[in-house]
């Protein structure tokens, strides 16, 4: 991640900021959107395994309720902080916006490095902080997801919490669940599919085959890995991939399926035989057609913009490119599928989830993949239809349909009281 610059809230806005001149909001509902409806920040002690109490801090942010309940994932890492969850829970509404889904953005986090943490340190640590933000969650108000660091075995825990505070099983005040306790078909590889369906849209409109597309993917986890594989069978050549630990590289094309059991077994994709070592600034900056961001946000910057050789840049991860180097990108021709865009796979199959808790009626994965691809391409072309409209880059596109739908409502709905 940049160590300078501005940051990820200050970035959010600034996209946001120069959205919101091609369209003509009032001035109020402009200002409203331009913050988070409600923060809250928990300080909170958790038991550990050697009989010590540790405190812990924890956040979650509700940017927008016009659209609907609020939708977010929860994230579990060291370097989580308040600003950080705001500029992700706006990015979340414009998220939901732009596919067409009837929620709002939220997100959530806790500060601390799950890797170090034993199962039962887990456990207690998010059964405490899901107690905390009971305040805020709801099936019908606020719908946590898994984010970094967080996984199906620890929404079922948030989703066990809550339902023991209420006396009856609530399945939908949570999404990414295991299917055993109301989870969908198809969640689990939603977001790297997603990444698939736009990139595959995107190629069409640029008249450039699948086959033998040479493609480096940044984050090796549970996107990156998804999206490589699902690419990797359509033909596309993926000769690099990295993780936090470092990355590996083979100009002839990685042998995906075999990487996948490497990084399974050794927790890491470095050290994979027949390629060579690779760091992840190197990545970044290889002789490539496609390279696809699927880490962390703040990893494209006005810094290393310049050496990046991609044409085609997918954002799998959230918010990777900073704004400055969204500028050099689009100044030399690359066409970049937006983050809000490009990864909003995994809140549509959420959404999927939701509908089927709360209607106790469940799809088959075919049904679920079948209307995830008919929102991905019906939101792309809309977003396609933009840039080519108003001969605005792919981002600002989206943003504009994105906010022009959350505007449009909250015109409608009027300011209370």
Request: include cysteine; aromatic fraction near 8%; glycine fraction near 10%.
């Amino acid at each position: 991640m940049s160590g300078s610059g501005p940051s990820a809230y200050e970035i959010a806005v600034q996209q946001f900021d120069r959205a919101a001149e091609y369209l003509d909001i009032k001035s109020g509902i402009r200002e409203m959107l331009r913050k988070p409806k409600r923060e809250l920040t928990v300080n909170f002690p958790v038991k550990m395994d050697d009989g010590s109490v540790q405190m812990f801090t924890g956040y979650r942010v509700h940017h927008s309720t016009v659209l609907g309940p609020t939708k977010g994932g929860i994230r579990y890492h060291p370097d989580v902080t308040l600003d950080e969850v705001r500029a992700l829970a706006m990015w979340m509404t414009w998220k939901c916006s732009v596919v067409g889904l009837p929620y709002g953005g939220a997100k959530g986090g806790v500060v601390c490095n799950p890797k170090y943490m034993s199962l039962s340190e887990l456990e207690n640590l998010t059964r405490r902080y899901a107690s905390e933000i009971s305040v805020l969650m709801g099936p019908e108000g606020d719908i946590p997801a898994p984010d970094v660091g967080t996984d199906a075995q620890i929404m079922a825990w948030i989703m066990d919490t809550y339902s023991m505070h209420r006396g009856y099983s609530v399945p939908a005040v949570v999404t990414g669940k295991p299917l055993t306790i109301g989870g969908s078909l198809g969640r689990a590889e939603a977001t790297g599919r997603g990444v698939m369906f736009s990139l595959r849209k995107a190629l069409r409109h640029l008249e450039v085959s699948m086959e033998g597309i040479r493609t480096a993917v940044q984050g090796f986890g549970k996107v990156g890995s998804v999206a490589a594989r699902l690419l990797a069978e359509q033909g596309v050549k993926i000769i690099a991939v990295s993780d936090v630990c470092g990355g590996v590289y083979n100009d002839r094309g990685l042998d995906i399926p075999a990487l996948l059991l490497h990084a399974k077994e050794n927790r890491t994709v470095t050290g994979f035989a027949d390629a060579d070592a690779i760091t992840n600034a190197e990545l970044l900056a290889l002789e490539c057609d496609l390279l696809i961001p699927a880490a962390l946000e703040r990893q494209i910057t006005g810094e290393n913009a310049p050496r990046v050789k991609a044409k085609i840049v997918a954002e799998a991860a959230n918010g990777p490119t900073e704004p400055e180097a969204d500028e050099i990108l689009n100044d030399r021709g690359v066409f970049i599928i937006p983050d809000i865009l490009c990864n909003a796979g995994g809140v549509i199959v959420s959404y999927f989830e939701w509908v089927q808790d709360l209607q106790q009626f469940f799809w088959d994965e075919r049904e679920v993949n079948k209307q995830f691809e008919v929102i991905m391409d019906r939101a792309f072309d809309a977003v396609l239809q933009v840039h080519l409209e108003k001969g605005v880059d792919m981002r600002m596109a989206a943003y504009i349909r994105a906010i022009d739908r959350v505007d449009r409502a909250a015109t409608i709905r009027g300011i209370y009281p």
